[in-house]
C-alpha cells in the first residue's frame, strides 16, 4: 500500500467520461459568440477552467465572462446531463472509503454544478468532501481548489494524493506539494502526463484502486 491516507479525484476525464457534454457546450458558446472553431481540437479544453479557456479566444475580460456565463446556462441545462462514469469508478471509490481513506473532488467545475451531477450519477455519497471552484475568480485553478481541500479540518495531518487526466491536475499537485497519480484512461494519456513523474499511472478505474490498496 502507498503511504497515503486521503485522496483526491479529479472529476471531467478522471470520474466522469462528461467530454460529449462539455464539446458541444463549448461549440454553441463559440457559435454564439461568433468564433469560428472548426479544425481546433476542443478535447484540449476538457479539464482546464473555463476562464483559461476562454481567454485564449477573447481579449477582453467582460468577453470572458461573457462566454463564462453562457457555457454555464446551457451546461445546466443540457450538458451536464451528458455523461457516464467510468467503469468500475463507484467500486474504486468504495473499496477506497472500505480503507478508510478519506475521499475528495479536486475540480475545476464549480461546487455548486459538480455537486448535483455527482448526485445524479450516484458518486456523491462516496466523498467526504466535494471540492470545486467558486463561480467568480476567488478560487479558480486546480492548485486553488486543492489547497481548499485541504484546508478542510479532517484533512489535516493527513498525507494526500491527486489524481487527475490532464497536465493542469499534475500542475497543481505539484503546486501544492502533493504527490500525484495519472489517469491514463482519460482524455490526456501517458505522453500528456508523464513529464510530469506521477508515482503511479493506471489503466482503468480497478488498477488505481488495486495499485493504492496493494
Do not use: N, W
Not at 453562457?70 to 469508478?89: D, E, K, Q
Not at 448526485?119 to 492548485?143: C, H, N, V, Y
Not at 486553488?144 to 500542475?171: C, S, T, W
Amino acid at each position: 500500500m502507498l503511504p497515503y491516507d486521503a485522496v483526491l479525484f479529479d472529476v471531467d476525464g478522471t470520474l466522469l467520461d462528461s467530454a460529449p457534454g462539455i464539446l458541444s457546450t463549448l461549440r454553441e458558446v463559440f457559435d454564439a459568440m461568433g468564433t469560428d472553431v472548426s479544425g481546433v481540437d476542443l478535447m484540449r479544453y476538457v479539464g482546464p477552467p473555463l476562464r483559461q479557456t476562454f481567454a485564449e479566444y477573447y481579449d477582453s475580460p467582460a468577453e470572458v465572462e461573457c462566454a463564462t456565463e453562457l457555457y454555464r446556462a446551457s451546461y445546466a441545462a443540457r450538458g451536464c446531463h451528458i455523461c457516464t462514469p467510468y467503469p468500475g469508478a463507484a467500486e474504486m471509490l468504495r473499496r477506497l472509503k472500505d480503507a478508510g481513506l478519506a475521499l475528495c473532488t479536486a475540480t475545476c467545475k464549480p461546487t455548486h454544478v459538480v455537486r448535483p451531477i455527482l448526485e445524479e450519477q450516484g458518486l456523491a455519497p462516496l466523498f467526504d468532501f466535494i471540492a470545486g471552484a467558486s463561480m467568480d475568480q476567488s478560487r479558480d485553478t486546480k492548485a486553488d481548489v486543492i489547497r481548499h481541500a485541504l484546508a478542510q479540518p479532517f484533512m489535516q495531518g493527513r498525507r494526500a494524493l491527486m489524481v487527475g487526466d490532464r497536465r493542469d491536475d499534475m500542475q497543481g499537485a505539484a503546486a501544492c506539494g502533493l504527490d500525484a497519480a495519472a489517469a491514463l484512461y482519460g482524455y490526456g494519456g501517458r505522453e500528456e502526463l508523464a513529464p510530469f513523474g506521477p508515482v503511479l499511472c493506471a489503466e482503468s478505474c480497478r488498477q488505481l484502486a488495486d495499485l493504492l490498496l496493494g
